[in-house]
């Protein structure tokens, strides 16, 4: 039986006159990888930053409906953004390190808790860069820059800096569209070994790698969820044909 | 990742075409021995077989679907989707056999035609050999058993013309007859379609299309 770790019941969101999400009700399976695909401007990086409220800070976003994380609705007053930030970890389509060395981008968001010993923060780091398999390439150099890594070790700093909070969920936003297709096929294989201790959620513009790594996909057509199910029907007997169109590629 | 899954598919195939040649064992020994209680082993392998050929085509059609499988890993799931298909029929040839095999066994019309015995061991060795070639990949392997086929397709010949000259002369048995002849020319797709696995296997390990003579 699969538990669902995230749900959004009739979710609205606009930004300003333009309404970006329709009535947007989606389940996301706890320890699954699910691929959010559709057109540029679907509204499926809108949707993944619903999940941790990322969209709060941009004016005149009106948002209704329901997105409960966990059991707890997270548009409920009363909600601690940090801690839902650090239980719903994010990552960016490009790699954004901190100007900071390759340790202290880990252990940074530790450290501003204030409640971790250096011991502790000292595993964290370790078993963070050892789940995004960096430490082997790094361990020698963790006091160096971080912008000193390659675009692919960078991008995995970042998940391995999501990590050390131990999120529940992690948001990867077209995490390899700037990476080759080396690094990309590590942060793909990463993808799968992590859905074992988070759950991920991925918006991506490349079909294949969603037909590689998911496990449910989301296919969304301006503002509307088109279509959801395992990424194994959807995309060998799509139930809609605007889903077919995009998957064969005649649009979109 | 992908390479796992297409060992899996391998595995699941080969499982398949042991079954397969188990059958055929089955069918040809309950022909020559009278008391061998067989059918209905033959069938439960053919209910067996039917189940994982759908679940053979199910995986390759995901696979292609989700992993965009290139050259080598491309041609792999193609073959085991095609090998899929001929191995499918290959246990409905056994089961053919088999039901003739139950009408004809110990009986004299049997002793009348003592090359059937020959063409069943040619048979039996292009199947297993074209089994072999594929699991090891082996191309020269392959191709001796496409050169084979021409020696079933004689043997097939032959039979046939004997058993239209047993029927000519004895009428009373020309059932007995017919059940023979639908052995040997189930025995002769069973060759055409070891040739097929072994063009499969040929494509698979060189990317060679050798098919009706291209």
Request: overall charge negative.
């Amino acid at each position: 039986m699969v538990e669902r770790q995230i749900y959004t019941q009739d979710l609205c969101l606009s930004f300003g006159d333009k309404q970006v999400l329709n009535k947007v009700s989606l389940d996301i399976h706890k320890h699954k990888i699910t691929a959010l695909i559709g057109p540029s401007g679907c509204g499926k990086s809108t949707l993944l930053r619903c999940f941790n409220r990322m969209n709060d800070l941009i004016p005149e976003t009106r948002i209704s409906g329901e997105v409960w994380v966990n059991g707890a609705n997270i548009y409920a007053s009363k909600i601690d953004l940090s801690s839902l930030r650090a239980k719903v970890g994010m990552v960016f389509q490009k790699p954004n390190p901190f100007p900071k060395s390759i340790f202290n981008n880990v252990a940074f968001g530790l450290q501003i808790q204030g409640r971790f010993s250096k011991c502790e923060i000292h595993t964290r780091v370790e078993a963070s860069l050892k789940a995004a398999w960096l430490w082997d390439e790094v361990k020698d150099r963790l006091h160096c820059s971080a912008m000193s890594l390659s675009g692919g070790q960078q991008q995995r700093l970042c998940i391995a800096r999501a990590l050390a909070n131990n999120p529940e969920v992690l948001l990867l936003d077209e995490p390899t569209s700037a990476l080759d297709p080396q690094s990309t096929a590590k942060i793909e294989e990463l993808c799968l070994d992590l859905r074992k201790q988070v759950s991920i959620l991925i918006v991506t513009h490349n079909i294949a790698q969603a037909g590689r790594i998911s496990d449910y996909t989301a296919f969304m057509y301006l503002g509307d969820l088109i279509e959801f199910g395992s990424t194994e029907q959807v995309f060998t007997v799509p139930a809609d044909k605007r889903t077919e169109a995009y998957l064969q590629g005649v649009f979109g | 990742m992908l390479a796992n899954r297409i060992h899996e598919l391998k595995q699941l195939i080969l499982s398949e075409a042991s079954l397969v040649v188990k059958m055929l064992s089955l069918a040809i020994e309950g022909l020559y021995d009278p008391g061998y209680a067989f059918s209905e082993a033959v069938m439960t392998f053919e209910k067996r077989v039917n189940q994982i050929e759908v679940e053979i085509d199910n995986k390759c059609i995901t696979l292609i679907a989700l992993q965009q499988p290139e050259a080598k890993d491309l041609r792999q799931i193609l073959m085991i989707y095609r090998i899929n298909n001929d191995l499918e029929r290959l246990g409905d040839q056994a089961v053919n056999i088999a039901e003739s095999s139950i009408e004809v066994s110990g009986k004299k019309s049997l002793s009348q035609v003592p090359e059937l015995l020959e063409m069943k061991k040619a048979v039996n060795q292009m199947l297993r050999e074209s089994l072999e070639a594929f699991t090891n990949e082996d191309d020269e392997l392959a191709r001796k058993v496409c050169a084979n086929d021409n020696i079933v397709d004689d043997f097939n010949r032959r039979i046939i013309s004997h058993l239209i000259e047993l029927m000519k002369k004895d009428g009373p048995l020309i059932e007995e007859y017919l059940h023979l002849m639908r052995i040997a020319r189930n025995l002769e797709r069973i060759a055409d379609l070891s040739t097929n696995i072994a063009e499969s296997t040929i494509y698979l390990s060189r990317g060679k299309m050798i098919k009706h003579g291209f």
